[in-house]
Structures are given as C-alpha cells and as structure tokens.
T-cell receptor, first 114, second 111 residues
C-alpha cells in the first residue's frame, strides 16, 4: 500500500514570503493531521481534519497559517507571511479513524526561513 | 491533555534489552498508551499500543501496571538500527484527550 506522500521535501524562503505544502494521505484514511516539528522537539499538532471538516485547529497560528482539505483527500498547508520561527519540518499524517488509530506519517517538508 | 514524562536520553549496546519508562500520572479511564519511533529525517512510526497489562508484537513489548500511571516499552536485543527517538503518547478514542507528542527519549545503541 502506498504511504503518505508530501511535497516538496525541502523549501527555502525569505521571511515574509509565502509557502505551501501538499499532502496526499493513504487511500481510505478519513483523518488527516498536519504537525510542525521544530529541531529537537516532538511533533506539535497544527490541525486535524476528519474527511474535509476541521476537527481541531487550536494550535494553528491562524493569522498566518491556513489549511484545507478539499474533497476529503489531498490537503494543503499554507504559511503567509512566513517568519523565521516557522523554520521546521512539517509532517502530514493520516489514519483510518481519529485519535488512537495508528497514524501513518509522510517524510515531511523541511522549511528554512531566512 | 495527559502529560507524559520520559528520560531525555538512554544509551545501550547491541544485543541488550532496553526498557524505556514513561510516566503519565493523570491518565484518564478512556486513555490508551501509544509508542512511536522516529529516525532522523523521517516521520514517526507506530510501534505499539496498549490499555493495560502487557502487549507484545513482533518488535516490542509494552508493560502497563494496574494503576496505569506509567508504562514501559521493552525492546529485546537492540541493534544499531534501533537508534532513534521514542515517543510515549496518551490519549483516548473519543477525542477528549488527544494524542500529544512530548520531547521523547533519544536511544543510542552502540557496538
């Protein structure tokens, strides 16, 4: 079975620029998660979708971050404008059901903001 | 959110058994305990999950005492390839207590 796909794998931008990340979850997985992982820390949940609806976005900096999951499959996470502190790895994960079901993670996108 | 506490790092040698203990004093009745493994430049990978007593799969065992305030991940006969960060998470199926990653335990296995 194909895993979670993410692109791009690496991105370097200047502060105040915009950037978007794409995620394609495992087929049939209704739940999709976006995490931010800063170097040396564990992943921090930014947003959780159930199908195409948002279940939890309590830790998403909504003034600059946005995410959507049109048609309940692929998802896009956008940052506009980026700040230096947004430098991190952005991980996408999916699971068949929410919460305690096994989450399958993609390889992540490493973002560097200069 | 159920808070977990793990050692920051552990060292071991190939062939040894490694036990990583996680403390979760405020675990709720509906919470499950889940462990993930993360290698550098990769996303975390599910290892094992349990609710009480002992769970064993092909890669690890999970020991949970009766009070469930802690749990121990046991890795039998580790190899160099087990060098990774191990995360203990606590959360429930209903979404009331979401799975939250802590800082994890960096396990280093040497020859």
């Amino acid at each position: 079975e194909a895993g979670v796909a993410q692109s791009p794998r690496y991105k370097i931008i200047e502060k105040r620029q915009s950037v978007a990340f794409w995620c394609n979850p495992i087929s049939g997985h209704a739940t999709l998660y976006w995490y931010q992982q800063i170097l040396g820390q564990g992943p921090k949940l930014l947003i959780q979708f159930q199908n195409n609806g948002v279940v939890d976005d309590s830790q998403l900096p909504k003034d600059r971050f946005s995410a959507e999951r049109l048609k309940g499959v692929d998802s896009t996470l956008k940052i506009q404008p980026a700040k230096l502190e947004d430098s991190a790895v952005y991980l996408c994960a999916s699971s068949y059901r929410p919460n305690t079901d096994t989450q399958y993670f993609g390889p992540g996108t490493r973002l560097t903001v200069l | 959110l159920a808070k977990t506490t793990q050692p920051i790092s552990m060292d071991s040698y190939e062939g040894q058994e490694v036990n990583i203990t996680c403390s979760h004093n405020n675990i709720a009745t509906n919470d499950y305990i889940t462990w993930y493994q993360q290698f550098p430049s990769q996303g975390p990978r599910f290892i094992i999950q349990g609710y009480k007593t002992k769970v064993t799969n092909e890669v690890a065992s999970l020991f949970i005492p009766a009070d469930r305030k802690s749990s121990t991940l046991s890795l039998p006969r580790v190899s160099l390839s087990d060098t990774a960060v191990y995360y203990c998470l606590v959360g429930d199926t209903g979404g009331g207590n979401k799975l939250t990653f802590g800082t994890g335990t960096q396990l280093k296995v040497e020859l």
